[in-house]
Structure formats: C-alpha cells, structure tokens
C-alpha cells in the first residue's frame, strides 16, 4: 500500500523500494494479487505508471 502511495506521489524510486518489500512478503496472497502485482511491476519498470497503478491497486483490493 505504501509503494502505491508514493507511486501515485509520483515518487517512483520509493514506490519501488516498496514494492519490491512488498512482493517478498507475498507468499500467502491469491494468485489473482499476484497477477496484478506482477502486472504492475512490468508496467512501472516501463514506464507506464498510469497502467502500473491500475494493477497494483486492483492488486492491494485482491489482499483486503
């Protein structure tokens, strides 16, 4: 949720910082989470933030 925060910031070095915290920490999560996760993470590493926010927050939804 934090790197989503600084993502949308538009800080993209924290925001990967964090998620790259948070994907360690992903072990339990359903194969949906991880799905958008990975998604989101190809879309920053792109540079497409817009697309990089879209799958990380239906990512943190999938969590709750």
């Known amino acids: ?12 070095d924290s925001a990967m910082t964090h998620l790259t915290a948070a994907q360690a920490a992903m072990g339990g ?24 926010i879209t799958h990380l927050t239906a990512a943190d939804q999938a969590l709750q």
Do not use: R, V
């Not at 949720?1 to 993209?12: F, P, R, T, V």
């Not at 949906?32 to 497409?48: P, R, W």
């Open 1 to 12: 949720e934090q790197g989503l925060k600084m993502l949308k910031a538009g800080d993209k």
């Open 29 to 52: 999560a359903s194969s949906n989470a991880k799905m958008h996760f990975e998604e989101g993470m190809k879309a920053l590493q792109a540079g497409d933030t817009n697309g990089a």
